[in-house]
C-alpha cells in the first residue's frame, strides 16, 4: 500500500490544496488534512507543513503556529524519525519549532518577492543528487515577504559542515551569486535539512512547479519524490 | 501591573525598513539623521498577585516575544 500524507491546515494555509493536489495527481498519493488543534496525528508516513499565513503571521512568521497543538504531535512524530517538508511557511514553523536551525527574516529589500527564481541543491547536502546531469539549476516560484535566512556565523559553519544546506539560491546557470539571491539570504540559502536530512524546509514553493500548462516548470517535481522516498 | 518589552533585530542583522526610513528622511534633507532602527513594543498586563513577575515576562520575551536567533530585547517595569 502506498503512504498516505498527512497536510497540516492552520487559520490562514493556503497552499494545502495545491500540495495534496500535487501528490494525487503526479504520485498517485493520499493525502490527509491535519487541523491545528488535532493533539495526535493519524497514521500518515511523512507531514508537510504548507505554505501561507499561519494565524495571520502575528507576532512574527510562524511564530505563533510553531506552538500550535499539533505541532507537538510533528515535533514528536519527527522525533520518531519521521519526514517532515516545510515549504514557505511551513520552513518558517519549522525553524520557530527549532526543528530546523536559523531564523527567516524580513527580505533584505524590504519588499514582498512573487517571482520565479533558480536554486540548485548543494552538492554535499541531502538534496545533493536530485539534478538531472542535463540541469543547471531549478526554476521555481517564491511568494514571500520574510525569507531572508539568517543564522550565527558558528550556526552557519555547521550547516556547511554537516551537508545541511539543501538548496541554494542561483542565477539561471547555477552560479551561486548575489544576482541570484532574492531576499539577502545569508549563503543564498533556499532550504536547509536537519542534521539527518529527514527534516526539510525551503522557502520556494515545488507544489508550484509540477504542472507546464501553469506557465512555468515541473522542477518541483524532484522534491516531492525525495519526500515521498523518504516516507516510503 | 505592567511590564514593557522592546525587541529589536540584532546589530549586526540589516534592519530594511529603518534603513528605507533612514533614506527617505535624508532625501528629504534630513540630513543629520544617521540611522533609524525600528522595533517592536509589547506591553504585558500581569495579575498584581503574580509571583516573580520580571522572570515571567523575561521567559515571555525569550519563548514567543522574540527570536533569539535574529533578536534581542528589553524589558521595563512601566
Excluded at chain 1, 97 to 109: D, E, V, Y
Aim: charged content about 20%.
Amino acid at each position: 500500500m502506498k503512504a498516505t500524507i498527512g497536510i497540516l491546515q492552520f487559520p490562514g494555509s493556503n497552499c494545502d490544496a495545491d500540495c495534496a493536489d500535487t501528490l494525487s495527481r503526479h504520485f498517485q498519493i493520499k493525502s490527509q488534512y491535519i487541523w491545528h488543534t488535532e493533539k495526535t496525528l493519524p497514521n500518515v508516513s511523512g507531514i508537510v507543513i504548507p505554505g501561507g499565513f499561519s494565524y495571520g503571521d502575528y507576532l512574527r512568521s510562524g511564530a505563533l503556529a510553531a506552538h500550535s497543538v499539533c505541532m507537538q504531535a510533528v515535533r514528536e512524530f519527527a522525533a520518531r524519525g519521521g519526514p517532515v517538508f516545510g515549504i514557505c511557511n511551513g520552513f518558517q514553523i519549522l525553524t520557530e519549532t527549532k526543528l530546523l536551525p536559523g531564523a527567516l527574516i524580513g527580505n533584505s529589500g524590504g519588499s514582498f518577492r512573487c517571482e520565479y527564481i533558480h536554486v540548485k541543491p548543494t552538492t554535499n547536502g541531502y538534496l545533493g543528487q536530485l539534478m538531472p546531469p542535463h540541469q543547471k539549476a531549478w526554476s521555481m516560484p517564491i511568494a514571500h515577504g520574510e525569507g531572508r535566512y539568517v543564522i550565527d556565523e558558528e550556526g552557519l559553519e555547521e550547516l556547511r559542515q554537516q551537508g545541511q544546506i539543501a538548496l541554494q539560491y542561483t542565477d539561471a546557470n547555477g552560479a551561486v551569486d548575489a544576482v541570484g539571491n532574492p531576499n539577502g539570504s545569508m549563503d543564498n540559502i533556499a532550504g536547509v535539512t536537519s542534521r539527518d536530512g529527514r527534516i526539510v524546509g525551503m522557502m520556494p514553493h515545488p507544489e508550484r512547479a509540477t504542472d507546464t500548462i501553469m506557465g512555468g516548470s515541473c522542477d518541483g517535481l524532484n522534491l516531492w519524490r525525495h519526500f515521498l522516498t523518504m516516507a516510503g | 501591573m505592567k511590564y514593557e518589552v522592546i525587541v529589536q533585530l540584532k546589530g549586526e542583522v540589516l534592519d530594511p525598513a529603518g534603513r528605507a526610513i533612514k533614506e527617505t528622511l535624508q532625501r528629504l534633507g534630513t540630513t543629520a539623521v544617521q540611522d533609524v532602527q525600528v522595533s517592536r513594543r509589547f506591553v504585558v498586563d500581569l495579575e498584581d498577585s503574580t509571583n516573580d513577575p520580571k522572570a515571567l515576562v523575561e521567559s515571555l520575551a525569550r519563548d514567543y516575544f522574540a527570536n533569539s536567533v535574529a533578536e534581542t530585547f528589553t524589558i521595563k517595569a512601566l
